[in-house]
């Protein structure tokens, strides 16, 4: 992409994960600036300031969101009925992805592995108590109670016992009416990232340790509190079955650009799919980049790496 083009880096947002938006997007402005692209600008997009995006009329938007209003395809449209090219996945992918649940329905439509699940709504499903009970006559614990639209483990309960239900239920409805009660998977977290539009180069995998019993928004953002072991200790088996199901899961989702497929290998089922993250990370201690810099690219160099994957995608209304 040429170095005099105006490019502005979107970041913070509405959502839950704002704060570490905002250091990813200060992180790949820094990246860019020093690549040479000069007139590049960092945005702190706010529900206030969206207009301001199309008004300064940029050549290229890096996407530096993360979660609700950024990571669900809602400012992508924004972008391409503007005309404006941006970095990461399309419209489509990037709403689908946000949402576990379709997520899980469009693998599990592919026969691509991935916990069983079952769907609670508030106020339909009846009472908390009733919701409570009718999961544990149907799911064995432990089970995973999620809140489908959230990233970063907001709203994700591991219920090991009974009497752990009713919290991890009211948890699920601080974010949302939906909850998604998912099977746990006890094995080990294998992260898949990857980089392409139609031609894809997979980063090493990495497997992902953590000091805590829960591997939640604090253990993820704060260093010391977790590990990412590269390359990730499995055996080749395990790693080709992950490589095949992690393209597949890119491909048959829609994505581009870059998104991180997320496994856990279950010691009795072997790998299975539990989400697909279409803007991941970029802090200095995200996983994406410690995969790049694990293979010899530079933070800076994956940074324009994405840059000019975007710009190669033409998603504008006609």
């Not at 690549?35 to 960092?42: A, D, F, I, L, V």
């Not at 996407?63 to 419209?91: C, N, R, S, W």
């Not at 948890?171 to 006890?186: C, H, I, K, S």
Request: proline residues 4%; hydrophobic residues 35%; charged residues 20%.
């Amino acid at each position: 992409m040429n170095k005099n083009s105006k490019i502005i880096v979107v970041c913070g947002g509405i959502s839950s994960e704002r704060d570490v938006s905002l250091r990813s997007g200060k992180a790949i402005y820094e990246a860019l600036l020093r690549k040479g692209y000069s007139q590049t600008e960092m945005y702190d997009l706010t529900r206030d300031n969206m207009t301001g995006i199309l008004e300064k009329r940029p050549d290229m938007v890096f996407l530096g969101l993360h979660g609700k209003g950024g990571e669900d395809g809602t400012i992508q449209g924004m972008l391409e009925f503007a005309g404006i090219p941006y970095t990461g996945p399309g419209v489509s992918a990037s709403a689908v992805c946000m949402d576990k649940i379709l997520t899980k329905r469009v693998l599990v439509s592919a026969g691509l592995p991935t916990p069983s699940f079952t769907v609670r709504h508030r106020g339909i499903d009846g009472s908390d108590e009733a919701i409570a009970q009718s999961l544990l006559e149907e799911m064995q614990l432990p089970m995973v109670l999620k809140s489908p639209c959230q990233g970063s483990s907001f709203g994700t309960n591991i219920v090991r016992e009974a009497t752990q239900m009713q919290e991890a239920i009211t948890d699920v409805w601080r974010f949302g009416d939906t909850l998604m009660a998912e099977e746990y998977m006890n094995g080990v977290e294998i992260t898949m990232p990857i980089l392409g539009n139609d031609e894809l180069t997979v980063l090493p995998l990495i497997e992902i340790t953590y000091e805590r019993s829960f591997n939640d928004y604090t253990t993820k953002y704060t260093s010391g509190l977790h590990s990412h072991i590269i390359p990730a200790c499995i055996d080749k088996t395990t790693e080709q079955s992950i490589l095949s199901l992690g393209q597949q899961a890119y491909k048959v989702l829609g994505c581009c650009g870059l998104s991180r497929v997320d496994f856990i290998v279950d010691h009795f089922k072997g790998p299975m799919i539990i989400e697909v993250n279409t803007l991941p990370g970029m802090t200095d201690i995200s996983l994406f980049p410690d995969a790049a810099r694990y293979m010899g690219m530079g933070y800076d160099d994956l940074v324009e790496r994405i840059l000019d994957l975007g710009y190669e995608t033409t998603r504008m209304l006609q």
